[in-house]
């Protein structure tokens, strides 16, 4: 089973396995391969599948009509079925159907890694060296409780706090959670949890408990003996003396007494299975002379590339031969097997098989030796070459034949280079597990456009119980490749355009170990994305920042002198309202001021060197320059003072402001006096007592009767601004005349009245 999991990936990953070569027939054939039927697999991981499907006997990758392959089944494809790399590959969808999985179990970043929490309490013996401090957990008020209670071992001062039973409740422990449906490569998503029906589970515990823990308030509480247990057991504790709150004085001192609970959660899972199955149809040439069709499988290093380890790494090779378009084996005399390192000066390897079969194979055995492997990395190649020798001449289109050979080669890797990972979760425990494989993870995204760098990560893989050293990428079809690392970016050319391709990743544990996994990618049109960013606040005479976010894929960059912007107005304003320096001619960024308010549309056009166009409209509001508003506060009378000149004071307090977050930069106040008495202020004129900008103010009158108060604010724009498109007159500015009720703005003025005392 490991050696098909290593052919499959290595296969999506570009590495030869095996070669092959045949001779093409004149008469068509139908034929068809099985996929695999799988239901109720779970996880977005298996949403899509990638299949490589081995041929029939007696059918070579080259005599297929690839015209005529056809999936047959429930499932959605994922582009076309193809042939690849001596296999027929197709990419299927899951048929996705809807279950609730019940008790589903949580643990702490791997299968089967419970929750560990530590409960505890600190006891603190007094200064009198008798009486001992308990502190304690209490489940009523789900808070801390203390009670005193002397030492029970006649010592001074007290050895150990008196044998009782005391209760801790820390807070429930849920990082790292991960879900399971009974085994670690049955992941649940967290979103699939029904949130109300996860339950804690009690596992294990130190000895010194008393009972099963209970899952209370969020947490876990449990009660335990201390300062022993069992046949006077006593606990160890962590000195306190530092964390005290108040100097130790006598026998003063603290402890912390603390246990171990160990728990797992369980739910119900509300989860999206999907399923496989149907076959591929094809027609196909069958040979209709003898034809060899030899393959050649690396067996081992598997995985392959592998890690060195000692002084050698064991290669083994088989390579098998196949006599298709001819039946008579009696005529066949022998089969002839060689292997050979590549460019190596050893001689070459051969091995023979006298049976009568159409089909024969052989395995050879090599060895990499630690000398060979200088640096980081190493690859050796072998040619493989199979045999058919016959008795008698056979005939063939061409004339006759006594034999037919056909070659092979075969690459193994090996590194060297140990470069661990820090893995970012559960610290170890003291029951720790072994053997536990990596788990390899892939994000990548699902498209990617031609010419553009895409970013695959294998960061996320992790193992149960060490540390991933080593990742191997396979990116078929794919430019730049990945070296040993949990990252890299990778960039498809043109020609790639409407093709899917595999990734494949392959981790390898600090105990050797490994775990694979795979996705697909496939390859979009380079078209650029067009794109415009406004930003400012948006106001009426205001600057606003027209920008041009617009991208594409990285070998087929925007040409600029191709980009076209135009600005609109759509409606409340006209396109004489729209102010800006220059052109939008290659716009990149531009401040632009529009004089009215209302609704505008801004439009940009672009085109990359790989001869694509995209084009984005934006709509926006210019939202109005809203007018400050004046009020202020006076007393509605005032007396005039003998002591000071006969004048009365009025106290004024503004309050003006402005609605939108403008700035008032001046006041000019005034007043008028009704001097007929006629109870009209129409005919009277204004006087200015101050422009100073005050918010607080004394207005002082010298003579008896009414007066009318006003104040004009004048703002300053609170947002940045154009200078050049702006005037004084857009400076907007409000009289309280037209904000403020007359009556509050009208005081009046009287002598004092005398002060009468009766004397008998």
């Known amino acids: 089973m490991k050696r098909l999991a290593l052919l499959f990936l290595l296969i999506c990953s570009g590495t030869s396995l095996f070669s092959s070569g045949v001779a093409m027939a004149a008469d068509t054939k139908p034929s068809s391969v099985s996929i695999p039927i799988s239901t109720g697999l779970v996880g977005s991981n298996n949403s899509a599948k990638v299949y490589f499907l081995d041929l029939p006997s007696g059918v070579t990758s080259q005599s297929i009509k690839t015209g005529t392959l056809k999936y047959n089944g429930s499932n959605e494809t994922v582009g076309g079925v193809t042939v690849e790399n001596g296999k027929i590959k197709v990419t299927l969808k899951g048929t996705a159907n809807t279950k609730v999985i019940s008790g589903v179990q949580g643990y702490r970043g791997s299968y089967g890694e419970d929750f560990l929490v530590y409960p505890g309490n600190s006891i603190w013996r007094y200064s009198d060296g008798r009486r001992w401090q308990i502190n304690e957990y209490d489940e009523s008020t789900n808070g801390m409780k203390t009670y005193d209670k002397s030492g029970d071992d006649g010592q ?63 947490r876990v509480i449990v009660n335990y003996y201390i300062p022993y247990y069992g046949d006077k057991t006593y606990l160890t504790y962590i000195d306190q003396k530092e964390d005290a709150t108040h100097p130790l004085v006598g026998y003063a001192t603290g402890r912390m007494f603390e246990v171990k609970a160990y728990y797992y959660l369980t739910a119900d899972a509300k989860v999206t299975t999907y399923s496989y199955g149907g076959n591929i149809t094809f027609d196909y040439s069958p040979p209709d002379q003898a034809t060899l069709n030899g393959t050649a499988t690396l067996e081992k290093p598997s995985p392959n590339p592998i890690k060195l380890e000692g002084s050698k790494v064991d290669v083994k090779i088989n390579v098998k031969g196949e006599l298709l378009g001819y039946v008579d084996s009696s005529n066949i005399e022998e089969w002839v097997f060689y292997a050979k390192e590549k460019n190596g000066t050893a001689k070459a390897d051969m091995k023979k098989e006298y049976s009568k079969l159409l089909t024969a194979s052989k395995s050879f055995d090599y060895s990499i030796p630690a000398s060979r492997v200088v640096n980081d990395n190493f690859k050796q190649d072998y040619t493989l070459t199979v045999v058919i020798r016959f008795k008698r001449p056979v005939v063939t289109k061409t004339g006759t034949i006594t034999s037919l050979e056909q070659s092979m080669e075969v690459s193994a890797g090996v590194y060297k280079k140990d470069n661990p990972v820090s893995y970012p979760s559960v610290p170890s425990t003291p029951t720790k597990p072994e053997g536990k494989p990596p788990i390899a993870r892939i994000t990548a995204p699902k498209y990617i456009k031609a010419g553009s760098d895409m970013m695959v990560y294998g960061g996320n893989s992790s193992d149960p119980d060490g540390y991933i050293t080593d990742y191997a990428w396979g990116t078929p079809g794919a430019e730049g490749g990945i070296e040993n690392t949990a990252r890299g970016y990778v960039w498809y050319t043109r020609d790639k355009v409407g093709e899917t391709f595999p990734i494949t990743l392959t981790v390898v544990d600090n105990d050797g170990m490994i775990g694979s996994t795979s996705t697909e990618v496939t390859v979009i049109e380079p078209r650029p994305a067009a794109d415009l960013e406004i930003s400012g606040s948006l106001k009426q005479n205001r600057k606003t920042t027209l920008t041009n976010s617009s991208s594409s894929p990285t070998r087929f960059p925007i040409i600029k002198s191709r980009t076209q912007v135009t600005i609109s107005a759509v409606s409340g304003g006209t396109n004489a309202d729209i102010k800006y320096s220059g052109s939008l001619a290659e716009l990149e960024s531009k401040d632009v001021l529009f004089k009215k308010p209302g609704k505008y549309r801004a439009t940009i056009h672009v085109e990359n060197t790989a001869g694509y166009a995209s084009d984005k409209e934006i709509t926006f509001d210019i939202v109005p320059d809203e007018s400050p508003v004046a009020y202020f506060a006076m007393p509605i009378g005032a007396y005039r003072d003998p002591t000071n000149e006969n004048k009365a004071v009025i106290s004024i307090d503004d309050m003006s402001f402005s609605s939108d977050k403008d700035n008032i930069i001046k006041r000019i106040w005034e007043y008028r006096y009704d001097s007929n008495n006629n109870g009209s202020f129409t005919d009277e004129g204004w006087v200015q007592f101050s422009n100073e900008n005050k918010t607080r103010l004394n207005l002082e009158l010298y003579q008896v009767g009414k007066y009318e108060v006003r104040v004009t604010v004048i703002e300053e724009f609170g947002q940045p601004t154009i200078e050049d498109f702006v005037t004084d007159t857009d400076r907007l500015r409000t009289s309280s005349e037209a904000t403020q009720n007359v009556i509050e703005r009208i005081v009046e003025v009287n002598n004092r009245p005398p002060e009468v005392d009766w004397d008998f």
């Not at 807070?171 to 967290?190: A, C, F, V």
């Not at 949130?195 to 009690?202: A, L, R, V």
């Open 156 to 218: 001074m001062p007290s050895a150990n706090p008196p044998h009782v039973v005391v209760s801790a409740a820390p807070p429930m422990d849920t990082s790292y959670l991960k879900w399971y449906n009974g085994s670690k490569t049955e992941d649940i998503d967290s979103s699939a949890i029904i949130q109300s029906t996860i339950k804690p589970n009690f596992t294990k515990g130190s000895p010194q408990l008393k009972e099963t823990p209970k899952f209370k308030n969020g």
